[in-house]
């Protein structure tokens, strides 16, 4: 368990995003959308009708809920160098043409 509060009032942070961006997928039924995350389509249901006050007290464990699906270059590059510098990177750079 993460010990610095600002790590945990990251988790929590991060954790409350991701929930609200899966429960605003739930409520408009983008099934496609959810089924990329694993989701089952009753833990869809239970998830848009969760109240905000629920989706809160869920947020704030230790543990990110959040799974990051980068490529590892781009992983280690937003690890080491901010998530912002790796995009900004990326979106400078051309496009690899297909072989």
């Known amino acids: 368990m993460p010990k610095s509060p600002e790590l945990l009032r990251d988790i929590h942070e991060t954790n409350l995003m991701y929930l609200l961006l899966l429960q605003r ?40 809920l959040a799974q990051l699906s980068l490529p590892p270059d ?7 160098q901010g998530m912002d510098a790796t995009l900004a990177a990326q979106a400078r750079s051309p496009a690899p043409t297909p072989p």
């Open 25 to 64: 997928l739930a409520r408009a039924g983008d099934t496609s959308a959810l089924a990329g995350r694993q989701l089952s389509p009753q833990a869809g249901e239970w998830l848009a009708a969760l109240p905000a006050a629920d989706l809160v007290k869920l947020a704030r464990c230790s543990v990110l």
């Open 74 to 80: 781009l992983l280690l590059s937003a690890l080491s």
